[in-house]
């Protein structure tokens, strides 16, 4: 059995029939079924729960002559994200902010959730940045195919050569296939790595120095943490807007 967290226990204790049940209908055997629900799962679930009473809150609060802290908070962040959106992709980019402000809150919030005790940071395990960076990956593809339509897999063939022969067309396209392939799945390793080996190490020299020096010491680190935190959020969005912006470019 593995170790889990209070919330995994209730979680376990209440759906593990049916999640077992489930996994089985779809060929996969969990591990441990009187467990199959994994600490990283749980704590993603409790992230999107506290995400959507945060947004329902926003909503019933909203108001144009008296915004409170609330609704001043969240406007500041739309503002941030609107602006680094805008600054990379260019006009047009208000339709794109709804999905790289939630990808920026929920990492941000997997990644702090960690230094509350009892809880951990579901993205210190792969299947979690993993996760993120298929939405991402798959996001910037549909934009992609939505802004061009099928003229966007031109993109995987190299760049247009004006007055190039037919021939040497067709060998560029031959070469460049797979050295685009190669380089958008690197984008999916590189987004899952970095996140993942941050929040892993940041977790891991945490925790030693808790175990180590309990007084004083453990409050920089944990600065350090919270610090790392938000900047591997940071730099999750904002390479998740530099593939949109490769993605929807008029040269695609």
């Given amino acids: 059995m593995p170790e889990q967290l209070w919330f995994t226990h209730i979680l376990n204790h209440l759906f593990a029939g049916p999640v077992t049940t489930f996994l089985r209908a779809i060929h996969i055997e969990p591990k441990h079924p009187a467990a ?3 600490n990283a799962f749980s704590m993603e679930l409790l992230v999107f729960a506290f995400l959507v009473i945060l947004f329902l809150l926003l ?3 909203l108001s144009v002559d008296s915004p409170g802290g609330l609704q001043h908070s969240f406007e ?3 503002g941030f994200v609107l602006g680094q959106s805008h600054e990379i992709i260019g006009h047009d980019v208000e339709h794109y902010t709804p999905f790289f402000a939630v990808l ?6 997997c990644n702090l959730i960690g230094l509350i005790p009892g809880f951990e940071s579901p993205t210190g395990t792969t299947a979690v940045p993993l996760g993120c960076a298929l939405c991402a990956f798959l996001y910037y593809h549909a934009q992609g195919f ?3 339509g099928a003229r966007y897999l031109l993109h995987f063939f190299g760049p247009p050569m004006e007055g ?3 021939v040497a067309r067709i060998l560029l396209a031959g070469l460049m296939l797979p050295i685009e ?3 958008h799945l690197a984008r999916l390793l590189s987004l899952t790595v970095r996140l993942w080996a941050n929040m892993f190490a940041g977790d891991l020299i945490t ?3 808790f175990s180590m020096i309990p007084i004083g010491v453990p409050i920089i680190f944990g600065g350090l943490h919270i610090l790392v935190a938000v900047l591997q959020a940071y730099v999750f969005m904002l390479l998740t807007i530099i593939y949109v912006s490769g993605a929807v470019t008029e040269e695609h």
Avoid: D, N, Y
Avoid at 104 to 109: A, N, P, R, V
């Fill in 104 to 109: 920026f809150l929920f990492i941000l919030i």
């Fill in 146 to 148: 939505k802004h061009s």
């Fill in 181 to 183: 392939l190669v380089s």
């Fill in 59 to 61: 909503r019933a609060q």
């Fill in 207 to 209: 925790l030693v120095f």
């Fill in 76 to 78: 500041g962040i739309e």
């Fill in 36 to 38: 199959p629900i994994t």
């Fill in 164 to 166: 190039m022969p037919l």
